[in-house]
């Protein structure tokens, strides 16, 4: 059997993203390190912010009905020339 262990990283608020992105140039681009396994940013995987949606989730244990909105910062891949697969 796999040994577990509990993964609670930071989730950063907007006041610490704002304060982060400060000193940068409104146009300088944003990429995003998605890391392969949790808290393992050896070996990253590379993509673009592209979006911010906000997305309406159901509140357990808030009763029937109850929902409450999470901030989603949206990645796709970086601009490049990638493969197709075939059809």
Known sequence: MA???DHA???WTAGRL???LS???DDTPI????ADEPGD???YS???LVDLEPVEKDSAGSGPGVT??????LADYKAGQYYRDPV
Not at 31 to 34: M, S
Not at 68 to 73: A, D, K, Q
Request: glycine share 10%.
């Open 41 to 43: 940013f050896g070996g």
């Open 68 to 73: 409450h909105v999470e901030y989603t910062l």
């Open 31 to 34: 990429h995003v390190g998605v």
């Open 3 to 5: 040994d577990t262990f």
């Open 46 to 48: 590379e993509y673009s």
């Open 18 to 20: 704002r304060e982060a």
């Open 9 to 11: 990283p930071q989730v």
């Open 23 to 25: 000193a940068l140039p």
